[in-house]
């Protein structure tokens, strides 16, 4: 059976699992949803968004979509995933199952719970109504599927004028109790006015079975509200990421999501921000660091509907062995909004004779009174900077380590949380396959 028509019987009997009111809006939004997906289908090379990157490989597998039994976890197995030192709030899921036991969550002042919860219980109602699935509805058939098999994920709400004292930490693990698994997470984050929060998001297999994570986040960033993301990747090989995060912001927000991609076997980051209002801020950071016969599809879309504006976007790559990576980034700016400041910038540095890169920088600017860059650069390490360290005692491999560590540390910086770039720091160090100094 194909996985196509293996989601069409799981349909029906998601639907008849799911206690849900078959007159809710919820109920109308997954039904449409589905139809969507059936309509459409996977996405193909055919397909212009998805012409660098192919699902053949991935779908192949005969993945089952509920897993017969969940196990639990204990938190010496999954510690060194997580961060220990830093205080959070943890949501924790296990083959796509919230593990209470692992998490902390929280109704003190702001809401850090379940989507199944949100999704069923009467107290949400109008929340959900308003906000699930307003900015994933854009034409992506796999993000119509995520919304079809919607319930499991992250339900995060901050009230106005809240500043949430600690991060906000989404961990998904894959066990491999399935010899192969879709998993399919559902995040909604509604940051209110004036309100500030942290959130880290990881996807983590535990196993050499095939794994495929289908997940959907969508954000909401009220006036004057603050976010940031930090989305980290470093899987196994068995391991398959599809991430689509959409965020819409209001006047004077200012909204970040950074893009570790480091492990995996193939990794599509979609990621779109939608300024509604008039001075937002936007940030998107990546760093690719990959090798073997990884593939990693960095896709952006920044669209300007408001005056007074900015977005500032840098990804860089790094690619080793037989490893692919892709850059597709678009930048509207529409009529209205007037006096846009977006920069685009995506480097690359090709260490592999058979790494590959496709990038593809694009701005579509419809105003008359903007400052708007991109830019792209593929090439390899400077030789004559090579020979500079060499001379000054500093062996070859190091020198080319501390090279690609400085072209990845823009993609560092702005990263807020000390423990989690303490982590980052040893991942590159431990990629890049030399020791010199990160691990402090």
Known sequence: MELKEKLASSFLAF??????????KVHDIRTEAFGAFESKGFPTKKDEEWKYTSLNAVLKHDYNVFPKAVPTLAYEQVKKFLLNETDCYNLIFIDGVFSSFLSETTHDGLDVCVMSAA???????????????????KNNSLSDLNTAF?????????PKNTVVPKPIQIVNFSTGTEKELLIQPRNLVIVGENAHVQIVERHQSLTENNTLTNS?????????????????????????LIDSTFVSQERDSVA??????????????????????????????????LNEKQHVDNHTLVKHKAPNCESHEMYKGIY????????????IVEQAAQKINAFQQNNNIIVG???????????????????????????????????????RGIPKKEAKALLMYAFSNDALKDVKIPELKAQ??????????VKIGFDL
Do not use: W
Request: proline share 1%; glycine share 6%.
């Open 216 to 240: 959907v986040t969508e954000i909401f960033v009220k006036t004057r509200g603050i976010v940031d993301v930090y989305k980290m990747q470093n899987d196994r090989a068995s391991a398959s």
């Open 353 to 391: 004779d058979k790494a590959s890169v496709n990038t593809k920088p694009q701005l579509e600017i419809f105003a008359d009174d903007v400052k708007c860059s991109h830019g792209c650069t593929i090439g390899q390490l400077d030789e004559s900077a090579l020979f500079y360290m060499q001379q």
């Open 256 to 289: 970040s999501v950074h893009t570790f991609s480091f492990g995996g076997n193939l990794t599509r980051n979609n990621l779109e921000f939608y300024q509604e209002g008039m001075h937002c801020v936007s940030h998107l950071n990546g760093i690719s660091i």
């Open 15 to 24: 639907e008849n699992k799911v206690d849900i009111d078959t007159t809710s």
């Open 150 to 158: 919607s319930n499991e994920g992250a339900y995060i709400q901050i």
């Open 424 to 433: 980052l720091n040893k991942i590159i160090a431990h990629k890049l396959d």
């Open 119 to 137: 999704l069923e219980k009467p107290k949400y109602k109008m929340v959900i109504d308003t906000y699930f699935n307003q900015l994933a509805n």
């Open 320 to 331: 080793d062995d037989r490893s692919t990576g892709v850059f597709n980034g678009k930048v």
